[in-house]
């Protein structure tokens, strides 16, 4: 159970000597309450408050990464059930599996095509996270060459080993034991064997078992082998399962500080149709997974799944922003129309959307207004006359125009006058105050 | 420690709504939890989707989800018949386009014969949707409206705008009732409020808090709709329990992502696939905030949106 700031505050030095930055022991013993800082930043704590505040202050999902290097993927340490509340934390890892006696080609082709996955949407950088290598041959020197061809054709990808032999795994492991695999196939059976695995080669490791209460057990029982950097794979196989073991996870985990499923989840969402196979990894991404493993990565299933991702752990509270610059739609020439407008996503998005509709080629100014919408960004001063004539006069784009008129949202129509004040030579013209009139007007423009 | 479920229970829950007649009358909502955890609840009806058609061949929809209609769509009430008997649609949506000023402008009268024609045809549930463009709506839904009247048709949008004559049309004609606002629960409440005080019963309003599709603002919807069904379950908030309307389809067949072929973004992959999955994806990620009632164009993705809600119930 999480302490109090009292409860904190009745194991602290009580000296008040303020080496932590605190001014008191108590300020302090709030804020570690609240979770803004370390224990640590006090110097005269004894150790066994240490040890019984880290037990009792340890995020109540465990965070730690699958894989090493820049590419490795943070999991875990999510504090909410609903991203309105608060951003969902660490996104879903997305993991291809490849069989083990798919074939050297195969298996080269997929590691390859896993490593040249990257892309780029809306400034971020997104790929396919880890490739899990299943063992179904059985055969330990086909698997640890298998693993090897992966580790070796996709150099930075975090790797996952799912194979439930113990001797098997153990030789797989040692091969890559520098990418620090996450071992998966671990069970109430062979648990031991492959706790022992983890912990001297310093990988994480997935618990699996058959609903929750097993898998309660099972993670408690790999804890006291040594192994905490643990994954939970509850056995669930439908959508159904999917939503309900990871919604019961989180909330036991969140909401009861049940420490046994206080992990990362990992989904399969394997299909045999590839669009439905899109889906169900839809489900597990929107519903708190960490690791989503799929069988294939055609390249607009991925786009989707990294779409949807990204989506779903964009901040809440911070509006999503579109980068400042003048868009350019449907190929204008220097004669196309003008229209200027914020940088708030939906604004953009909207906005964009319409003239994109409309078909007229045009150029849409978009300006940096700290994402926000057109009028509370008119009313909080940041859309103003002048600094819209700055932006326009510094940007550059009279040279790209044959014109100097300027398209201006219906919303803000006020500022017409003081703009063609402050924009000398240019024509100012209102638009439409609502998006969906924007079509008829550009339309109208041009004709 | 032993596990013990979490559950939780609710004081709240979301109204049960039916649309069409008879043996093919469809039921949504009743769930006094949130999406699909029938562990702790009851989810007595899962969410229904409904194929969108036109009263106008859909010129302006992508080649991926225009060729599969291509044979039918030049006709609404061939259009309609194809959904029903070969795509075994389980509701049709017919979205009265031609009637925008900027396309056909075509009369709310003219439009009522299509929907008579429509209705004729087909034995499933008929949602009516406008163009959406508030002050043509106002006439063309109340012709609708009458036009239908007897067949228990969903109607829409009523939005802050033009509600007042929309909704009268949908209590003299015995409908049911789209309430639709732009992204913002407050509003979303406030639309129903100024609705159910017209003397609308609100257990015939389908609240619509506006679409967006993955990657255009999906996460708003999200939010929005989650916090709508957390008010209604959680605060017992009555004015917050109508089902949920997600108009997919519409959102979805506009953008790049289902419109730009693999030649100019060979990133993307297929553009057949790259649309259909864009479509399921949205849906999908609908239903799990809350959307009991989908629309939607492609028939591939409405299969996998249907195996999915069979995986979820
Ligand atoms: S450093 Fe420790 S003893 Fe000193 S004020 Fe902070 S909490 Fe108290």
């Given amino acids: 159970m999480a302490l109090t700031g009292i409860q904190i505050f009745k194991l602290l030095p009580k000296t008040n000597c303020k080496k932590c930055g605190f001014p008191t022991c108590l300020a302090f013993a709030m804020k570690l309450a609240a979770g803004g800082v370390e224990i640590s930043a006090c110097p005269d704590v004894s150790d066994e408050t240490k040890a019984t505040l880290g037990e009792a202050s340890a995020p109540p999902i465990r965070s730690f990464a699958l894989g090493t290097g820049d590419k490795a993927v943070k999991m875990g340490a999510e504090n909410v059930m609903f991203r309105h509340d608060k951003k969902f934390v660490n996104p879903c890892a997305i993991a291809v599996n490849i069989k083990d006696d798919a074939g050297d080609d195969a298996i080269s082709a997929m590691a ?119 994954v939970l794979d509850s056995g669930a196989r439908t959508a159904k399962d999917i939503v309900e073991h990871n919604t019961q996870a989180r909330r036991a985990a969140l909401k009861k500080s049940f420490k046994p499923l206080g ?44 779409t949807q991702r990204q989506n779903i752990y964009t901040d809440p509270q911070v509006p999503m922003q579109v980068e400042q610059n003048i868009y350019e739609m449907a190929e204008p020439t220097a004669d196309s129309p003008f229209m200027i407008t914020t940088n708030f996503s939906l604004t953009y998005f909207i906005v964009s959307g319409e003239v994109e509709n409309s078909k007229v080629p045009s150029r849409l100014a978009v300006m940096d207004c700290e994402g926000l919408s057109v009028l509370t960004a008119w009313a909080a001063g940041k859309f103003t006359a002048t600094k819209i004539a700055q932006y326009i006069k510094e940007s550059g784009i009279e040279d790209k125009l044959s014109h100097k008129e300027l398209i201006l949202p219906g919303q803000v129509a006020i500022l017409s006058g003081a703009l063609e004040d402050k924009l000398e030579g240019w024509t100012i013209t209102v638009g439409p105050r609502e998006a969906n009139a924007i079509p008829t007007f550009l339309k109208s423009k041009v004709s | 420690m032993s596990f013990v479920v979490p559950k939780e229970t609710f004081s709240g829950k979301v109204l049960a709504v039916d649309f069409g007649k008879d043996d093919k009358k469809i039921t949504i909502g009743g769930e006094n939890t949130l999406p699909f955890l029938s562990f702790e609840g009851e989810c007595p009806n899962k969410p229904a989707i409904a194929y969108e058609i036109q009263d106008c061949p859909p010129d302006d929809w992508p080649e991926t989800v225009l060729n599969v209609y291509k044979d039918v769509s030049s006709d609404t009430v061939t259009w309609a018949k194809y959904c029903q008997d070969e795509l075994k649609a389980d509701a049709i949506a017919l979205r009265l386009i031609s009637t925008h000023p900027d396309r056909d402008d075509r009369s709310a009268e003219d439009t009522a014969q299509t929907v008579k024609d429509v209705l004729a045809a087909i034995n499933v549930p008929l949602i009516i949707l406008g163009s959406n463009h508030i002050e043509k709506d106002a006439n063309v839904l109340v012709a609708a409206a009458e036009a239908s009247s007897g067949n228990n048709c969903i109607i829409g949008k009523a939005q802050e705008g033009n509600y007042k004559t929309i909704v009268a049309a949908a209590l003299a004609h015995n409908h049911k009732l789209i309430a639709m606002s732009e992204l913002d629960i407050n509003l979303a409440k406030q639309l129903n409020i100024l609705i159910t005080q017209m003397g609308f019963d609100k257990t015939k309003l389908i609240t619509d808090p506006m679409c967006a599709a993955l990657g255009y603002g999906l996460e708003y919807t999200y939010s929005v709709m989650e916090r709508i069904r957390l008010a209604g379950l959680a605060q017992n908030d009555q004015t917050m329990q109508p089902p949920i309307l997600g108009d997919v389809g519409m959102y979805v067949w506009k953008i790049k992502e289902t419109i730009a072929p693999e030649a100019d973004v060979p990133d993307w992959g297929s553009i057949e696939e790259r649309g259909i999955a864009w479509e399921t994806v949205t849906a999908t990620s609908m239903i799990l905030a809350g959307t009991n009632l989908l629309i939607m164009r492609h028939p591939k993705a409405v299969e996998n949106v249907k195996k999915t809600i069979d995986e979820l119930i």
């Fill in chain 1, 112 to 230: 390859e095509a896993v490593a040249n996955s990257e892309i780029d949407r809306v400034g971020q950088k997104l790929r396919v996270d880890a490739i899990s290598i299943e063992c179904v041959s059985g055969d330990s020197a086909k698997y640890e060459a298998a693993v090897k061809l992966v580790a070796e054709k996709a150099p930075e990808t975090a790797l996952i080993l799912n194979c439930k032999d113990a001797g098997t795994i153990e030789a797989a492991v040692k091969a890559v034991a520098d990418r620090k695999p996450l071992i998966n196939g671990t069970t109430d059976g062979n648990a031991e064997a492959m706790a022992d695995i983890a912990k001297a080669n310093g990988c994480p490791i997935v618990a699996s078992a058959n609903g929750l209460d097993a898998l309660s057990a099972l993670t408690e029982k790999i804890k006291g082998f040594g192994v905490e950097d643990i």
């Fill in chain 1, 263 to 306: 992990y990362p989840v990992i989904n399969s969402a394997i299909r045999d149709d590839a669009i439905l196979e899109a889906s169900i990894a839809s489900v597990a991404i929107a519903k708190y997974a960490s690791i989503v493993v799929i069988s294939s990565i055609e390249k607009w299933k991925t786009l989707a799944l990294f």
